[in-house]
């Protein structure tokens, strides 16, 4: 696999920036030039004197592409919570045509983007439109991160059919263990046979 893809989680605080970083590392070992890119993010902290999210700050670490921080995160939201109750209270709508130019912006000047959501697929950005959307208006696969835990298998699945309901491509899927869990492995295989292909092995 080598081009720009969108990463999505089963859940939020499963592995998506850490499995983000591992492929621009990766991608850059092979010789591309990469950018990170986070369209929404909700969650600032002061770092180096600035108010910045913790993602985007390792995603432009990571990347070998210099880019403005407004193409790489078009929306930053200070309080840590679902991105469109974090909009409404700063008065902000998230316009997508802001983040498709953005996205183009970055294009220019990488081989690759790698783009990574907030939360899961379904998470709305405003009262009619979710993460979804995003993925469908820049027209990229998606890498699914799954957080091996308890449940997974319902999370997976459920998150396969609504990429699949939109008709957007699941281009691989990230087993991350962040605990370990009884039958752990039999999970890992059980979603290796659903989803119809194993998960990515990435670079430690």
Same mark, same amino acid.
């Given at each position: ?9 089963? =859940? ?10 591992? &492929?621009? $590392? ?21 770092? =180096? ?43 902000? $709508?998230? =316009?997508?045509?802001?983040? $498709?130019?953005?996205?183009?912006? &970055? ?9 990574? #959501?907030? #939360? ?37 699945? &459920?998150?396969?059919?609504? &990429?699949?309901?939109? $008709?957007?491509?699941?281009? #691989? ?10 039958? #752990? ?20």
């Amino acid at each position: 696999m080598s081009e720009s893809v969108f990463i999505t989680g089963t =859940d939020t605080g499963v592995g998506k920036t850490y499995v983000a970083v591992r &492929l621009i $590392q990766q991608y850059i070992a092979q010789g591309y030039k990469v950018v990170g890119m986070k369209p929404v993010a909700a969650g600032c902290e002061m770092i =180096d004197g600035i108010w910045q999210n913790e993602d985007v700050v390792k995603l432009m670490a990571a990347s070998n592409v210099q880019a403005p921080r407004e193409w790489v995160n078009p929306y930053s939201f200070d309080a840590p919570i679902a991105p469109h109750i974090a909009a409404a209270q700063q008065n902000v $709508q998230i =316009d997508v045509a802001k983040i $498709q130019q953005a996205y183009k912006e &970055l294009q220019g000047l990488a081989d690759i983007v790698i783009v990574e #959501g907030a #939360g899961g697929l379904l998470v709305p950005i405003d009262e009619r439109r979710t993460m979804a959307d995003i993925v469908l208006a820049l027209n990229l696969p998606v890498v699914l991160v799954v957080n091996v835990k308890l449940g997974c298998i319902n999370h997976t699945l &459920l998150t396969a059919e609504a &990429l699949k309901a939109r $008709q957007i491509r699941l281009s #691989g899927w990230v087993a991350n263990v962040i605990s370990p869990l009884e039958c #752990g492995e039999e999970n890992i295989e059980t979603l290796a046979k659903w989803l119809g292909m194993p998960p990515l092995i990435l670079p430690v």
